[in-house]
């Protein structure tokens, strides 16, 4: 019954921000609800909270089933840590009809909270949607100049991706003995191996395209630059995670043979992935372009890593899942605060803020570390296991993967140069004040970068309980 | 029998109610108590509790799904009815009555529709529901796209009846009888005897069918007649008047198909991709919303076609909901089009400022068409593709049909974006607060299916 409420928390607050107008209210019952999701979640993930079970399609035996395990609660932990700060740091940003915007992000955060919790495959489906369609009118509505078009090839995309899932979803089903959508059905489902294989495909092709992993990526660099900076939070430092939890969730326990035999193919598309994106990530002057890249890099290494199906590797993803959503938003949020001061996000037309708000420059500084994974920082310990999975599974691709490393160094470090260092350029001479509200956040995300760099052990615990599931029979 | 008898009399009534008054809004009111008391007329013969009968010497046959399309249809006409019904009014010049005649009789049609047993019926059925529907595409008589479709839409009707008529010949021709009999199965072999005469009349069936429900390549007619009838008679025939010809045609098939072996999947797999195909590609470059509309009905066709490829209670299920959500939708969309000043994409720009809840309904309409999920037309694909797997479709049918559902988003959304995205002032007349009540009550059933689709087959079993 808990987990019913949590989710209900976001859906009332959106409700409820339609009725109210006036920006004050609006930016405290967004930061309220953000808030007490996050209790929630610390609740769901320190006491032990029963499953919510209700029939729901009696005819077609679906049901309202939610419930946390250890992989579903590191994700709802990131997605209740995200929102809170996100509001909070863009509670200054100038927006028409925030009701309206809030309310909408808020419907985007029980989506994804909804994805995370599904235990049926039909209520999967259905968040799923729910999750993408709230972000289809938060992007066309206060995105960039070139939204519209953006935003829709990102919307046909994802349906596209996500009807594929469907077929998946409907072909396991028919094949059930008991004609059921529950996670534990469809593994027993009685397909052929090649039945197998297509079904494998066609959940793929819905998470590839989200995650998004090479080919399927071209919406993501243009999404993420057109979108207004809060959703672009949302979209990299919590979406992107469907994919990589869809396939942890629903891939690897539903198609183990499948799984293992499209490994290879799929390793390697994440590696030209991942050195695509960094190469691309290089030549970028947008910082919002090259954060972008940069994420298109870790994601394709958080599934290479899933793919060698090494219980060290998954670990790794596990963790980076939670350590990657809170490196990037970090990265996100400091960018957005150089935009909203000085009007550019190029970095050409930057530089010197080390000189005018030095409490950023420590900020940015701590935050492209952990963009790097140097040890200390969280993302050191997943990127670690990863590699060392991948090594596992062929030296030659984890050798090629390692390359990465070294490009994210050249293009993070270059962006602190040219942002942070050298002479105070124009555009930062407008900079103001400092933004106390978004630097309270940057902080305490930067103490939690920290904090489990250094104690990662808790995060180990919590997915503890899933590793268990896909690796001890 | 109910509900053939009592349409019959209500039309009847109807044509010569300007008799009892003059006044358009009782002759409406008048015909909205008529639906309300066919309908009932139907339930009782659904529940048992009065039912007109006598011997139709095998002509008729009334089951549980018969009746129960027949309630959908009533039900769906009675709202359409509910809520067009000052637009209905404004047509030609103080016709009311007549049209609600016609409304009768057409449904009379459809009741023939789903419950005859015999090839003649089906033709009497075809002509009673079209005859009425040349009519009222043709009712505004001072426009020339209006005559100019009633006629094309007369002379392309008449030719695909006749093409009914010789391929019922030829299967008379073939079994010596007109009535819907299994077909020979061979007791050794357990295959079909085909006959060429039978295979033949099949096929040209097939061909007039496809015709009444517009799919490609015999949906030309459609953008026209669709375009130039006045547009509250358009949201009657791309619902209600298009899901009975579907009834019809699955109860045609749903024996016969057996009688063309393997070729029936071969030509049924061609109509359903070329449907898809033109409808949705077509669809996408239209400017006005009406013929976009037009073209999207075709679309939707292609998705309803997928009920003929199996035989179960799956399909039956699929085709109901999917009519019921399609129609829902369609006849939500064509209200908010009437009160349109011209129908292209752009006279939508800027809705949502103007009339933020119009715009709502009309994007939550546009979702159920496309397939978002959380309204009935999500349900309606899900039930269509789950049919279509379990009736041994090759996943390749499936692919095409969510492809094509994909492009389908492009052109629905192109009227959402219209509306929420482009600043400008939309060329609307006024709407009142009960037209949008009335809008809402659409929309509401559509999130209620779209929840729990099941409620609608409640009714179908008991």
């Known amino acids: 019954m808990f987990l019913l409420l949590f989710l209900l928390i976001p859906i009332f607050a959106a409700i409820a921000l339609l009725f109210i107008k006036k920006e004050q209210s609006v930016n405290l019952i967004a930061v309220a609800s953000g808030l007490l999701t996050l209790l929630g979640a610390l609740h769901i993930i320190l006491n032990k909270t029963g499953d919510f079970d209700a029939s729901w399609l009696p005819i077609l035996n679906s049901r309202f089933l939610l419930q946390a395990d250890g992989l579903s609660k590191i994700l709802i932990l990131l997605t209740a840590i995200s929102f809170p700060a996100i509001f909070i740091a863009t509670s200054n940003?100038?927006?028409?009809?925030?009701?309206?915007?809030?309310?909408?992000?808020l419907l985007t955060q029980a989506g994804l909270m909804g994805v995370f919790l599904a235990g049926d495959a039909l209520l999967f489906y259905f968040f799923w949607e729910l999750a993408l369609i709230p972000v289809y009118f938060l992007c066309s509505i206060w995105g960039g100049e070139k939204r519209i078009a953006v935003t829709f090839k990102f919307f046909i995309y994802t349906f596209l991706g996500s009807l594929f899932m469907l077929i998946g979803i409907i072909l396991l089903y028919s094949n059930t003995a008991d004609h059921s959508f529950l996670i534990a059905s469809l593994k027993h489902a009685n397909v052929s191996p090649a039945q197998s294989a297509t079904a494998f495909a066609l959940f793929f092709i819905a998470f590839a395209i989200k995650m998004p992993i090479f080919p399927f990526h071209t919406w993501q660099p243009d999404a993420y630059e057109q979108s207004p900076?809060?959703?672009?939070?949302?979209?990299?430092?919590?979406m992107v995670k469907m994919g990589l939890y869809g396939i942890i969730r629903w891939l690897m326990p539903l198609f183990p043979s499948a799984f293992l035999a499209h490994a290879n193919m799929v390793i390697v598309l994440s590696v030209i992935g991942i050195l695509y994106a960094s190469f691309i990530a290089i030549r970028q002057d947008d910082m919002k372009r090259l954060i972008a890249y940069s994420s298109i890099a870790h994601i394709g290494l958080m599934n290479a890593a899933l793919f060698t199906h090494n219980q060290v590797g998954v670990q790794g993803a596990l963790i980076q899942l939670f350590s990657h959503g809170v490196n990037v938003l970090g990265l996100w949020i400091i960018a957005d605060v150089i935009e909203q001061q000085t009007g550019t996000r190029s970095m050409k037309a930057l530089g010197g803020i080390s000189k005018k708000q030095p409490t950023l420059a420590i900020l940015l500084v701590g935050f492209a570390f952990a963009n790097i994974a140097l040890p200390l920082t969280n993302a050191f310990i997943g990127e670690f296991l990863m590699f060392n999975s991948l090594f596992q599974f062929n030296p030659w691709v984890a050798a090629a993967a390692g390359v990465s490393v070294v490009l994210a160094a050249i293009y993070t470090l270059n962006m602190v140069q040219k942002v942070a260092y050298g002479e105070v350029s124009e555009a930062t001479n407008l900079m103001t004040a400092p933004n106390k509200n978004a630097q309270g956040v940057l902080i305490?995300?930067?103490?939690?970068?920290?904090?489990?760099?250094?104690?990662?052990?808790?995060?180990?615990?919590?997915?503890?309980?899933?590793?268990k599931q896909l690796f001890v029979k | 029998m109910n509900a053939i008898i009592v349409s019959t009399l209500l039309g009847v009534v109807m044509m010569f109610c300007s008799w009892i008054t003059t006044s358009a809004k009782a002759q409406r009111n008048i015909g909205l108590v008529g639906m309300l008391i066919l309908i009932v007329a139907n339930l009782a013969q659904l529940k048992g509790w009065w039912v007109i009968d006598f011997d139709t010497k095998g002509m008729l046959a009334f089951n549980q799904i018969g009746l129960f399309a027949n309630m959908t249809l009533f039900i769906l006409t009675f709202l359409y009815v509910w809520i067009n019904g000052e637009e209905i009014e404004?047509?030609?010049?103080?016709?009311?009555?007549?049209?609600?005649?016609?409304?009768?009789?057409?449904?009379?049609?459809?009741?023939?529709?789903?419950?005859?047993?015999?090839?003649?019926?089906?033709?009497?059925?075809?002509?009673?529901?079209?005859?009425?529907?040349y009519i009222l595409t043709g009712s505004d008589k001072k426009n020339l796209l209006s005559n100019e479709a009633s006629l094309k839409y007369f002379l392309m009707g008449s030719f695909s009846t006749g093409i009914l008529l010789l391929g019922i010949t030829f299967i008379y021709g073939a079994t010596g009888s007109f009535h819907l009999t299994m077909p020979v199965v061979n007791p050794t072999t357990h295959m079909v005897t085909e006959h060429f005469l039978m295979s033949a009349g099949l096929i040209l069936l097939f061909a007039s069918m496809n015709f009444k429900v517009s799919a490609a390549p015999f949906h030309f007619w459609t953008p026209d007649v669709y375009d130039g009838a006045p547009t509250v008679f358009t949201s009657f025939m791309a619902t209600i008047v298009k899901a009975a010809g579907f009834i019809a045609f699955i109860k045609v098939f749903e024996t016969q198909r057996m009688a063309l072996g393997f070729t029936w999947y071969i030509i049924l797999s061609f109509v359903i991709v070329s449907t898809l195909l033109i409808?949705?590609?077509?669809?996408?470059?239209q400017r006005s919303v009406k013929r976009m509309l037009a073209y999207s009905s075709i679309a939707q066709a292609g998705f309803m076609l997928f009920a003929l490829y199996g035989n179960s209670i799956f399909n039956t299920e699929a085709i109901l909901l999917y009519i019921v959500a399609y129609s829902l939708a369609t006849i939500g969309l064509f209200a908010v089009l009437v009160k349109m000043k011209d129908?292209?994409?752009?006279?939508?720009?800027?809705?949502?400022?103007?009339?933020?809840?119009?715009?709502?309904?009309?994007?939550?309409?546009?979702?159920?068409?496309?397939?978002?999920?959380?309204?009935?037309?999500?349900?309606?694909?899900?039930?269509?593709l789950n049919a279509l797997l379990t009736a041994g479709a090759g996943l390749w049918l499936l692919i095409v049909a969510i492809l094509f559902a994909a492009v389908s988003v492009f052109y629905y959304f192109k009227l959402v974006q219209a509306m929420y995205f482009t600043p400008g002032t939309p060329a609307i007349n006024e709407i009142d607060k009960t037209y949008e009540f009335?809008?809402?009550?659409?929309?509401?059933?559509?999130?209620?299916?779209?929840?729990?689709?099941?409620?609608?087959?409640?009714y179908l079993y008991f």
């Open chain 1, 444 to 467: 305490v995300l930067l103490v939690i970068v920290f904090v489990t760099g250094v104690y990662p052990q808790p995060l180990f615990d919590v997915t503890a309980d899933t590793l």
């Open chain 2, 90 to 133: 404004k047509v030609g010049n103080n016709h009311t009555a007549d049209y609600y005649a016609i409304f009768f009789f057409i449904l009379c049609g459809v009741s023939v529709l789903t419950s005859f047993d015999n090839l003649l019926m089906l033709f009497i059925g075809i002509e009673i529901l079209s005859i009425p529907l």
């Open chain 2, 343 to 384: 129908y292209s994409f752009e006279s939508f720009n800027g809705l949502a400022k103007q009339h933020p809840v119009l715009a709502f309904l009309t994007t939550l309409f546009l979702f159920s068409l496309a397939g978002i999920p959380l309204t009935a037309g999500f349900f309606a694909k899900y039930y269509m």
């Open chain 1, 93 to 105: 940003n100038q927006t028409n009809q925030k009701n309206v915007f809030v309310s909408l992000m």
């Open chain 1, 229 to 238: 900076t809060a959703v672009t939070m949302v979209l990299s430092a919590v």
């Open chain 2, 279 to 285: 409808g949705n590609i077509t669809a996408v470059f």
């Open chain 2, 438 to 458: 009335k809008l809402w009550v659409l929309a509401a059933l559509i999130l209620i299916l779209g929840v729990f689709p099941s409620m609608l087959f409640n």
